[in-house]
């Protein structure tokens, strides 16, 4: 079975691939910036904003009482939704409800790289610096006589501008040299881990404990959040997310309009072609676009206005056709019943059957009148609320069938429709009920409602028509094998009259096939 896409489908996934393309693009941006991983949400401008956040949080730790510095972070906590906790510099948590940091985390808790240059001091305190009672290190002093001659330069090659190598040719080792990882400079970091599995964002701050002196002392404010909502929310990029989609949003808003006028000019194109296609050459589409469907549209029109007047010109031709033989065949079946009464009794059968072959040229001739009528006279009808049951019931009788069908239709339901040409159709039903399945079985005649339309169907029990050719029933001409025979069958226009006329009347016709087996003629109008 071959799979159907709609072409909104269509439209929608290629707007959907080319804002995949703009976030792809915007992302990128963000990789080259910042790398590969969790590092690149802090990396540039909105890696200063949240390092300017936890500057602020910890100075208001800083600043409050040693008792009250758990307290402020707790109460960030709550407005950031994250746990925040101060670490010093040999890992030790100097602030903060107990956090217990996972080995992803320890990793990068390392002070290397930049070391005291955040603060405004050299690693270490440099050459000369020493470390105070406190284990701050304490400014380099100057050099007096008697301290001895300065230490030597490093050797070339061992000590040069890459720094120190450990390992021979092996390159230089870390913390001792060469550029260190972008973590490691700027003293951030976002890594996921621990159990459960949450975010953990960490940042070089400047923390005093006036306990131990006035001078800033190095320490990471650590922030645990457990969603990746929470990790934007965190940094400030939900406002980055959420413009992101503002403008998606935005955009399918912006294509809908498009897409749907498409689509709905498409979908009126689809069903004027399919009635059509049914026989109906009077549909027209609107065709008030200034496009390549407008002018698809025009051409549906006129193609339909060509078809209709080269049918209505065919059913105008065998209408005068069939009206200029009545008057003949009227004669000639008076001079033939005269004939049968004055032949000879050895010429009486040759008489009866050039008798018979003139009813059956007045048969098809009546039908032709029928068939022709019920066409051109389809824009002249009138529709108005019409009683089923006693429309059921006449055509019952018309055709000879009291006591042989049933009728099962409610008296009060009602279809728009014209009178006469759905009494028509309906007796030609009967007819063919009676014609082909009299003898099989039962007959029905039934009725309901089925929301703002009427179901009106005739069901017999006889041999059914073969499966091949129910798409052909109601075609001028057209008759199954088992209706080819001069006794049993028609000229074949009986199916295509009721077609006619319950299109005049705005409805539509379905034949099928019963189980195990019949037939089942079903006409749909619209409810009164």
């Known amino acids: 079975m071959k799979v159907s896409y709609p072409l909104s489908l269509k439209v929608s996934l290629w707007l959907m691939l080319n804002l995949l393309l703009l976030a792809a693009l915007g992302i990128g941006f963000f990789v080259v910036r910042g790398g590969l991983g969790w590092g690149a949400l802090i990396a540039g401008r909105p890696g200063d904003r949240a390092q300017a956040l936890f500057n602020g949080i910890a100075g208001e730790a800083s600043a409050a009482a040693s008792d009250m510095r758990s307290a402020v972070l707790h109460r960030f906590g709550e407005t950031y939704g994250a746990e925040f906790g101060i670490f010093g510099l040999d890992e030790s948590q100097v602030a903060g409800a107990p956090m217990a940091l996972p080995p992803e985390v320890r990793e990068r808790m390392e002070f290397r790289g930049a070391g005291w240059a955040f603060f405004g001091g050299p690693r270490g305190g440099g050459p000369g610096a020493r470390r105070g009672p406190e284990g701050e290190f304490e400014p380099k002093r100057k050099r007096e006589p008697g301290d001895g001659p300065p230490p030597e330069p490093p050797e070339k090659g061992r000590f040069g501008p890459e720094g120190p190598r450990r390992g021979g040719e092996g390159g230089p080792a870390p913390g001792f040299g060469g550029p260190p990882p972008p973590d490691r400079i700027t003293g951030r970091f976002v890594v996921r881990g621990g159990t459960p599995a949450g975010y953990w964002v960490g940042m070089r701050v400047p923390f005093v404990q006036p306990e131990r002196g006035s001078r800033p002392m190095p320490a990471k404010l650590v922030a645990r959040v457990g969603s990746l909502w929470g990790l934007l929310n965190l940094l400030g990029l939900q406002s980055l997310l959420l413009g992101a989609g503002g403008v998606l949003a935005l955009s399918v808003l912006f294509w809908l309009p498009l897409v749907r006028s498409i689509t709905h000019s498409l979908g009126q194109l689809t069903a004027a072609t399919e009635k059509i296609a049914e026989g109906r050459f009077d549909t027209r589409v609107a065709a008030h676009r200034r496009d390549e469907i407008g002018q698809l549209g025009e051409s549906v029109n006129r193609m339909a206005a060509q078809l209709d007047a080269h049918m209505n010109g065919q059913k105008r031709f065998l209408g005068d056709v069939a009206h200029e033989l009545c008057s ?5 079946q008076m001079a033939t019943g005269i004939l049968a009464e004055q032949a000879p009794k050895n010429l009486s059968d040759t ?15 009546n039908e032709l009148l029928a068939f022709t009528k019920s066409g051109l006279q389809a824009r002249e009808v009138t529709l108005a609320p019409t009683l089923l049951e006693s429309l059921a019931r006449a055509a019952i009788h018309r055709e000879g069938g009291d006591g042989k069908i049933t009728l099962d239709v409610p008296a009060d339901l009602a279809a728009h429709a014209d009178g006469d040409m759905l009494g028509r159709a309906v007796g030609n039903l009967v007819r063919n009920a009676l014609r082909y399945a009299g003898a099989a079985g039962p007959i029905a005649v039934r009725a309901a409602r089925d929301g ?11 041999p059914g028509v073969p499966a091949a050719d129910l798409g052909r029933l109601g075609e001028p001409f057209f008759r199954p094998e088992l209706a080819r025979t ?4 028609g000229v074949g226009l009986g199916l295509a009259i009721v077609r006619n006329s319950v299109a005049a009347c705005g409805g539509e016709v379905r034949f099928s096939n019963r189980e195990p087996q019949g037939f089942r003629a079903e006409i749909r109008l619209r409810a009164a």
């Open 328 to 332: 003949p065949l009227a004669r000639l």
């Open 351 to 365: 008489v009866a059957d050039v008798r018979d072959e003139v009813q059956q040229m007045s048969t098809l001739v």
């Open 452 to 462: 703002d339309r009427i179901s009106l169907a005739v069901e017999d029990s006889g």
């Open 486 to 489: 001069r006794e049993g069958g």
